[in-house]
């Protein structure tokens, strides 16, 4: 037995956690697997459809990152919440599957309301993802995931000004196959995957895989003792492909998604006197404890996040002697719910919870010619989006902490008036009480959005070096928007306060002198918009956008490509869902950007990088406004400001020798407000905007040929985010917290590992994997919106190590 076998069966009994140092990773398309030995060692092509059209990579003038389905096996991936980390410049927020929040190079949508839409495309098979309660969705035979850099505004059309994602599924083949796979790991992971493939004749194939993915959660209720965090969804996909002749062909596609779990936890960060003392008002940072380390309490009623997801799709390809057309018809249709925690305690007099209540249904439709005449290559189309859209965004409370709130607050006087009404009660010996009643509050929203666009882009190749493109995008958003914000629900309250009104018992306190009516237990404490309450409030606007692009590239040799581009990005206005009557303008960034995309053959190395500069115009973002006048309750509020900055991404592949690949990729970027003020109206401009200046991923890989025993493959991948830089607006916000406990926005590092062993036929594998493999743990996020008002700032954390066994088949 030689060295480097001995080090694999001790790294094989240790479970990834052994000292032999063992170095690999996947190659060019981050999970690209190396050829075998006896091969030549090559690096892979990779193909990309970022132009609308099917190119290498290396010969398209987009800052692209590509991870195929190796790499989401490789860090078992079950949605691309978990991939992010490894892509730098790319941000997903996934502690919500229903309300994620997509970033690229620092350019994001905060809110998930019906009223706004997300400054990154997320597309699936070519089709928009308009809401992000249906953009994240488990990863289900997936054949690779494009994270285009920059705006893409003229190929992928509205709401891409950040840039976009776009996730290509497996279309059905002639070749009968399927496979299996259990995966079971730590906290009661449970993960169980199929597919299979069936060839009709030459003509016709089916293709349909199943999930389902099951984990306890990795965090306890200290008051309880039940899991939180936990995760159940399952999914299906049925996949149809037609051969209409010799020029068309025919896919259809149904995606069933079912999201069934709790939802996220909060982590309280003050430590509390016994029952029914009130939380210490206002919190005190100094004061706080370490998330990490603090118990658990979380006591929401009927806590739930769930997700209904359907999804139709079907696309014609047809091929003319003068190019082709591509058609996609596709119906998206889906339900969400999220109640979550707010408080972090498992205390009536401090309860606080939240709920995400939405109903979507949209429609799509596009019509794309390609074809190539002479020296130009062009693309151009027309597509079609309609929108309907519910919302309720709740409140939920108890009047126990109302009435905490209403003391803490200076326009109640300081005063808890509903625990001293309890009192004089219990001392009248009366047996009402206007305590332990459920206190809800609504937003209700109603959107329709419908928008048209016509695009065509034009590559010209003016000679064998020389290429100039040209792309321009007309688009026309309208939408229709509506608020209610109806009277509050507190049904037992108001039975109790009915018959303590009956009796005079309000009367009496007024005549003793104390302004107490029952009409003060009527008005909305969260949602109080005065005259706007209890009316239907209604907007429609609509935006015209032309969104060009021009790119110039030149091939320095057959194997080094040197490019310029300006791109413009646009993104919707819309309306904010919990302010009425509120709306905003569309948001514009242009980039312009200049790159070198080169391949050392004889080296088998890959080089991409480029640099770009932006300027953000007109940034809309949904804030936390701690500084309401009038009630003192926070509320959510928009506020504008114009970004820039400046970066640059490196991506390079290289591998050595047979087996060994090795990759490096980084984004450095410096941005900055370049006009803007904080929700406290003290001038931001020139500050950061809390985007890192540095994140990278690096990784090796190595495959061991067995001979007739198959092959063993390690894998490693350690990726780095570099600490958030603070603003004014950072603390507010809960991005960035000073604490003697602990810091939000540090820099975070994560390191995941596996051994792979595959048959020599390829029909059996066994692996065993790790994520986050040295237990490197952030605090991730502080809330502060009930801080404001009841004292209980609470934490959101990383998740810990986690490990795993697979096994797989295929057949």
Known sequence: MNLNQRCLVVGLRR??????????????????????????????????????????????????????????????????????????????????????????????TGDFGIGTDPAVGVYIDGVYSARTGGAMLAFNDIERIEVLKGPQGTLFGRNSAAGAVSIITNKPSNVAEGNARIRVGEDGRRYLSGLV????????????????????????????????NPEDTVAMRVAWRSDLGESTTLNLSWDYENIDQLARPAVGLVALEPYPAPAPYPANPLTYRNPLKAPVFNDVVNNEESRTFNGVTLQIDHAFPWGSLQSTT???????????????????????????????????????????????????????????????????????????????????????????LDQ???????????????????????????????????????????NLTFGLRLTHDRKDFSWFNGARDAATLDATVAMLDQQGFFELLQQMGYPVSAD??????????????????????????????????????????????????????????????????????????????????????????????????????????????????????????????????????????????LTFNT??????????????????????????????SLGAGYTWSLGDGGDVRFSLLHAYRGKSRCNAESETQGTCQASPA?????????TDMRVQWSSADGMWGVGIYGNNVFDKRYVTGVNNISASVLGTPFASISAPRQVGVEFSARF
């Open 742 to 750: 602990f810091r939000t926005g540090e820099a975070q590092n994560r």
């Open 667 to 696: 984004s450095f970027i410096d941005a900055t407000y370049k006009d803007g003020l904080s929700t406290n109206g003290r001038d931001i401009s020139g500050d950061p905007t809390g985007e890192p200046y540095l994140s990278a």
């Open 520 to 661: 003060m237990f009527n008005q909305d404490f969260v949602f109080a918009f005065g005259e706007l309450e209890g009316v239907k409030n209604s907007r429609k606007k609509s935006w015209t956008d032309l969104s060009p692009r021009f790119v110039v590239d030149y091939a320095v040799n057959d194997n080094t490509m040197v490019f310029g581009s300006l791109a413009k990005g646009y993104k919707a206005g819309g309306f904010n869902s919990v302010q009425p009557q509120s709306q905003f303008d569309n948001e514009d960034v242009w980039n312009a950007e200049f790159g070198i995309k080169t391949v050392f053959p004889e080296q088998k190395l890959s080089l991409n990088a480029s640099g770009y500069y932006y300027i953000y115009k007109d940034r809309q973002a949904i804030s936390l406004d701690l500084n309401t006048a009038g009630s003192g309750v926070p509320r959510y509020i928009v506020d504008t400001s114009d970004m820039q900055a400046w970066g640059v991404d490196v991506d390079l592949q290289w591998r050595p020798v047979t087996g060994l690949d």
């Open 197 to 228: 493939n069936v060839p009709f004749g030459e003509r016709h194939a089916l293709r349909f895989s199943a999930l389902s993915n099951h984990s306890d959660g990795w965090m306890t209720d200290a008051g309880t003792g039940g899991r939180l």
């Open 424 to 466: 004089v009660l219990e001392g009248a010996g009366m047996p009402l009480r206007l305590q332990g009643h459920s206190w809800r509050e609504s937003m209700v929203n109603h959107g329709k959005a419908e928008a048209y666009a016509a695009f065509g882009d034009v590559i010209w190749h003016v000679n064998d070096r020389w």
């Open 330 to 420: 596709a119906v998206r249709d889906f339900d969400t719910v999220n109640r979550e925690d707010e408080d972090g305690t498992n205390r009536i007099n401090l309860y606080f919870d939240t709920a995400n209540i939405e109903s979507n249904r949209s429609y799509y439709q596009e019509f794309k010619f390609s074809g190539v005449s002479g020296g130009f290559d062009w693309v151009a189309g027309a597509s079609w989006f309609k929108e309907e859209a519910d919302q309720t965004s709740e409140t939920n409370l108890f009047t126990d902490s109302v009435g905490t709130a209403m003391g803490n607050l200076p326009n109640f006087g300081g005063v808890n008036i509903i625990a001293l």
């Open 15 to 108: 479970a990834l956690f052994g000292s032999c140092a063992l170095l690999g990773m996947s190659g060019a398309a981050w999970g690209q697997s190396a050829p075998a030995q006896e091969e030549a060692t090559t690096l892979d092509t990779i193909k990309v459809t970022a132009q609308s059209r099917e190119q290498e990579l290396k010969d398209v003038p987009i800052a692209i990152n590509v991870l195929n389905g190796e790499m989401i096996d490789q860090v078992a991936a079950t949605d691309i919440g978990d991939l992010d980390m490894f892509v730098p410049g790319l941000e997903v927020t996934d502690g919500s599957p229903t309300q994620p929040r997509y970033a690229i190079r620092g350019i994001s």
